[in-house]
């Protein structure tokens, strides 16, 4: 019995010890992926991006270093965009000039920058009226986000964008409407939060449905693409 008993904590023992091991490896190769990653994201990114992320960029870019932005979207929603890119605009498709390993890396760098994990409050059910949206768009998001979604130089996403329909959920747009992005101009939407904007959840789904009713286009106008 006292043999038995040795063998089973020698047992939990080298467990503990290959669980420790195995941490240790994937904390070296992650921190090996983000590093690379880093190298690819100022060759590549940081003149649209910014140094930090934040869309500080000389020429027109998304802040992606941003709590609200990196908790809506996953890690495979981050690789689509960028090897797919966004047709018509200034965000090309990578998919041609870096590798899947390169651009998986790219995505472990950004993603280091999330420090916090948002929760965000949702309807199940995202159908809503786009009669109401689009004169709720035009009241408050066309300033921004142009006619018809065409989108504005560093005011305002293209959501007309065939590749950005294609990969952003309902979910996420709703998010981002409702709740906007940290230090953007993008700012909440929802009634009850701290923005110009007071949007009941209906409004804010009705927007969406709006925008999903929009003709995807694949180019987009020539001052998009200027600094």
């Known amino acids: 019995m006292k043999k038995l008993l040795i063998g089973f904590y020698l047992l939990i023992i080298i467990g503990i010890i290959v669980c420790l091991s195995n941490s240790d490896i994937f904390a070296s190769k992650n921190s090996q992926a ?3 990653g880093e190298k690819l994201y100022n060759k590549n990114c940081l003149i649209c991006h910014g140094k930090t992320g934040k869309g500080e960029g000389p020429y027109a870019g998304t802040a992606l270093n941003n709590q609200h932005f990196l908790s809506t979207v996953s890690d495979k929603d981050l690789f689509n965009y960028v090897k797919f890119g966004r047709e018509g605009t200034s965000m090309p498709a990578y998919d041609s000039r870096l590798s899947d390993k390169d651009l998986h890396n790219l995505v472990a760098f950004i993603r280091d920058w999330q420090n916090k994990e948002i929760e965000f409050d949702i309807p199940k059910t995202i159908l809503g009226d786009s009669v109401n949206g ?3 768009y035009n009241l408050y998001c066309l300033n921004c986000h142009g006619e018809a979604g065409a989108g504005k130089v560093k005011m305002g996403t293209v959501l007309s964008n065939s590749h950005y329909l294609e990969y952003t959920t309902d979910q996420q747009i709703w998010i981002t409407t409702a709740y906007g992005r940290e230090e953007t101009r993008m700012g909440p939407s929802l009634k009850s939060l701290e923005g110009a904007r007071q949007l009941s ?3 804010i789904t009705d ?5 999903r009713t929009l003709k995807p286009i694949k180019e987009t106008p020539n ?3 200027k600094p």
């Open 134 to 136: 689009e004169k709720q």
């Open 223 to 225: 001052d998009y693409l």
């Open 34 to 36: 983000i590093a690379a």
């Open 207 to 211: 927007i969406v449905s709006y925008i």
């Open 201 to 203: 959840e209906k409004d």
